[in-house]
């Protein structure tokens, strides 16, 4: 809110952070552990209306070897060095754990996510295709049990999101897919 406000006073249309591809990994592990879908696992978007993060695909390590290059002072939150919060913990103790693996786990999460990313675009894009061809106040569920999952979830998502303004859990998804593969079900939109 507050970066919000200081852009209407400025005349600024941009937020930019400063989250980089240690972030999205941290958090794309916090996600999957939470039993996250597609879009969890697609980690921190890029652009995201008028926030954008043009640091987003480079490792911290290299943003401060830059730093102390050029002699650039930079301040590290004391907090971020105890493991007490789930980030922390994700930081210090599972990141250095899968560094075991891979030597480096932060550019391959971010290779994953591009990718996933544009997955999940092509899914979103034949799900908008359905609903604006094929939703009217009646869905044919003949249609929607035609439709390959991904889409039939996206479609059922988006649409519980355009009549509710709420972002459906998994477990409703899965239900209404439960629903969709009974021969009786039938459902008018509001």
């Known amino acids: 809110d507050f970066f919000e406000e200081v852009c209407s006073l400025t005349n600024s249309n941009k937020i930019a952070t400063a989250h980089n591809a240690n972030d999205n990994a941290e958090t794309v592990l916090m996600n999957i552990f939470r039993g996250s879908g597609l879009s969890g696992v697609c980690g921190i978007k890029p652009v995201r209306k008028n926030i954008i993060r043009p640091l987003i695909s480079i490792s911290k390590a290299e943003i401060l070897s830059l730093l102390d290059g050029f002699d650039i002072p930079y301040v590290t ?15 210090n103790e599972i990141l250095p754990l899968i560094s075991r693996l891979s030597d480096d786990p932060e550019s391959a999460i971010t290779r994953l996510t591009i990718g996933l990313r544009a997955d999940l675009d092509y899914i979103n894009v034949q799900a908008e295709f359905f609903i604006n061809n094929e939703c009217s106040d009646k869905i044919s569920t003949s249609k929607l049990r035609g439709l390959h999952p991904s889409v039939r979830s996206r479609v059922l998502s988006m649409l519980i999101q355009r009549y509710t303004d ?6 409703h998804i899965s239900a209404l897919h439960e629903l969709l593969l009974r021969d009786n079900f039938t459902y008018s939109l509001p």
């Open 166 to 171: 709420k972002i459906p859990e998994e477990k």
């Open 77 to 91: 939150d004391s907090t971020n060095l105890s493991s007490d919060y789930t980030r922390n913990y994700v930081r």
